[in-house]
């Protein structure tokens, strides 16, 4: 017999939120098959040669998976329709999107959403990934800081995830993969990927050191740490970027903070001693105040706002709750933080509701071509945005 209203809402009440959106998951699973969002040719913004320029163009049929394909008249070129917004040829429902958008808000784990949603992990990463080229194309760096802006560095280790290439590891990074391996098993890897032997023959102290422990992370500041450069003002405008690895050099730090500011003598940057900070914004008028080490403030100048910004980020790349961010794609992941806070005032809805729009390109026409369109081959092949200092090739 079926239950009653009354005795089914109190077993919904009984449930989590998050075991909430399981129950509605495995509901849509099992009462209906969920229809797959099939690409449309319409509405298209074609409307000239992306070669040639010319307006001559007419359709050409579909790809092998429906999407439009066009010719030019005039010079012959053929291409695929990749105008429109970048969710548009996912093949997933809104709910999909809509309950993974919410699981990036809520900072939830990578297979956590995979497991809310039932799709791989893989699918949930390209979909974070996506969304947060999308944020970086509609704002980047754009932010102009007036008046007091304290600046500093975060350090977070590289991390190589996905890297399949064992000659990579040996050979570039000098270390291992970052496995939990037995001595047996460290053994196997290098053997199945045929460089035990070479390894053996060529160089057997550094195989000997392979073998001895699980690779450790380097004391202090090194080349295995990827430095992100923040600075936030009263307002509490941001911005944080990762611009090399290794300690922060003058050079960098001039490169990037400069352009932050106009020319205003009422503007203050306060930084701590660390000397790549020394005359960065010679030029420009500001003052420069320096916090010494050990100290929490000089006078009215501190570092309290930075310090809770690399708080926050401390939190938010937690690898003990099964977080781990891929260094080609770092300035993506810091993209996706900075939005959150910028929009820490926001309900969790009107946040998932925001992020929608985005990805719809429900936004100001003029914005539109910046979000339009995300495409996954480009995020494959795009290089690592940061100063590698030679440590690894920026192409991946």
């Known amino acids: 017999m079926a239950l009653s209203d009354e005795e089914l809402q109190a077993i919904i009440e009984t449930l989590s939120e998050d075991e909430k959106r399981q129950l509605l998951n495995r509901l849509q699973q099992n009462i209906k098959e969920e229809p797959k969002v099939q690409p449309t040719s319409t509405p298209t913004d074609v409307g000239c040669c992306i070669k040639c320029g010319s307006v001559s163009i007419k359709k050409n049929g579909k790809s092998a998976n429906g999407t439009p394909r066009f010719r030019c008249k005039d010079c012959g070129a053929s291409w695929i329709d990749t105008s429109g917004y970048s969710i548009k040829y996912t093949h997933l429902s809104d709910w999909t999107w809509k309950e993974m958008l919410r699981g990036f808000v809520e900072e939830l784990s990578i297979p956590k959403i995979a497991l809310n949603v039932g799709c791989s992990t893989k699918t949930v990463w390209l979909a974070k990934t996506k969304v947060n080229q999308a944020i970086m194309n509609l704002y980047g760096y754009s932010d102009i800081f007036r008046g007091q802006a304290q600046a500093d560095e975060y350090y977070t280790r590289t991390a190589f995830k996905g890297k399949r290439d064992p000659e990579f590891f040996i050979y570039t990074l000098r270390r291992m993969p970052r496995h939990h391996y037995t001595y047996a098993e460290k053994v196997t890897w290098l053997q199945n990927a045929g460089l035990y032997n070479k390894l053996l023959n060529e160089e057997p102290a550094f195989l000997d050191e392979l073998l001895a422990d699980d690779p450790k992370m380097k004391r202090g500041i090194s080349n295995e740490q990827v430095c992100i450069l923040t600075l936030v003002d009263n307002s509490g405008k941001l911005y944080l970027e990762p611009v090399s690895v290794g300690r922060l050099e003058k050079a960098m730090a001039k490169e990037k903070l400069k352009p932050r500011f106009v020319y205003d003598k009422n503007n203050v940057l306060i930084t701590d001693d660390h000397n ?86 429900n936004v100001p026409e003029s914005d539109k071509q910046k979000v339009n369109q995300v495409r996954q081959v480009d995020l494959m092949n795009r290089e690592i945005t940061l100063d590698t200092k030679g440590e690894f090739p920026k192409k991946l």
């Open 276 to 361: 790549a900070y020394n005359r960065v914004l010679y030029g420009t008028g500001a003052k420069h105040e320096v916090v010494k080490a050990g100290k929490h403030s000089k006078g009215k100048y501190s570092l309290a706002k930075v310090n809770a910004v690399h708080n926050a980020l401390s939190s938010y790349m937690d690898n003990k709750r099964g977080k781990v961010f891929n260094t080609k794609y770092m300035d993506l992941t810091l993209m996706l933080f900075w939005w959150l806070q910028e929009n820490k005032g926001l309900s969790t809805q009107e946040k998932v509701d925001k992020l929608w729009d985005i990805m719809t390109d």
